[in-house]
């Protein structure tokens, strides 16, 4: 399917000047991609970014940069509607997978494997329920394996008026 419109990103002002990187989830690995794989996680909702982006920080909230994405991104899998999941062979129980503890043993998390598949097949993101604490029926995400700021996998951050820095100089 082809997404497009809005998504936003909530993360730490000290990478405010690569908002659209993926670099950071290639160096820690996610529920939605393995170590070495760049991924950009996204949400429908900046109350759910937000949510997404304090999970390490559940009894006191730290600064985040809210940044705002423009998409038209073609090959996109909407992964919370059941019959997609079934014509793709996608399980529910994949998507919710302990993920960490078992990367954190040595196993592959079978959502790593789900992502190695869609990604070879020419899947270029996917929108996932919200698996964050709190998180509810509203809270989805879109993680993109395959943007630029081009069509057909556009994703733009929104940044007309340069507020963003442009490289890490400000953080001295």
């Keep these: 399917m082809r997404l497009t419109g809005f998504v936003y990103r909530a993360h730490n002002p000290r990478w ?78 994949d998507l919710a997978c302990a993920w960490k503890d078992l990367a954190t043993r040595g196993i592959k998390p079978p959502s790593w494997s789900m992502t190695e598949r869609l990604v070879a097949g020419g899947v270029a993101g996917v929108i996932v329920p919200s698996f964050a604490k709190g998180a509810g029926a509203a809270d989805i995400n879109v993680v993109f394996w395959d943007w630029s700021s081009e069509p057909p996998h556009r994703v733009r951050v929104i940044d007309d008026d340069r507020r963003l820095p442009r490289d890490a100089r400000s953080w001295g």
Excluded: I
């Design 16 to 93: 405010a000047f690569a908002p659209d990187s993926g670099a950071g989830a290639a160096l820690t690995g996610g529920r939605f991609n393995p170590l070495g794989m760049p991924a950009l996680y996204t949400s429908l909702r900046f109350e759910t970014a937000w949510l997404e982006a304090q999970q390490a920080f559940p009894f006191k909230a730290q600064p985040m940069t809210l940044c705002a994405y423009e998409v038209d991104c073609e090959d996109v899998l909407d992964l919370t509607d059941s019959a997609t999941r079934v014509a793709h062979g996608v399980d529910a129980a």
